[in-house]
């Protein structure tokens, strides 16, 4: 669940508002500044936002996360089955006979 990305820029240097650049300002403000080519991990708590708490640090107790988000990057990454006849569709149909826990339930 861990996204890893290297920066290739100062936060202040970004004119987009992205994962990396929230996970850059949570680094900010818990002391561990990114320099251009370090990596920041992160997981997605909620995409639909636009700030920092978008996303929490590797390094902070995760309790939850967004669901639809990692569902649909684990579609896109399964598309490596398409040469075996299996589909976006397939993948979704798939997924949907599972019911979506939250990660205290598996403490």
Known sequence: MVITNRVSKKREDYTQSTRSVAALERAVDMGLARAPGQSVSYAVVDDAKQSRERVMLASEE??????????????????????????????????????????????
């Open 62 to 107: 995760l309790d939850e996360y967004d669901v639809g988000f990692y569902r649909e990057v684990l579609v896109r990454a399964a598309s490596v089955l398409s040469p075996l006849g299996w589909r976006a569709s397939d993948i979704e149909e798939e997924l949907g006979q599972y019911t979506e826990s939250s990660l205290a339930s598996f403490g």
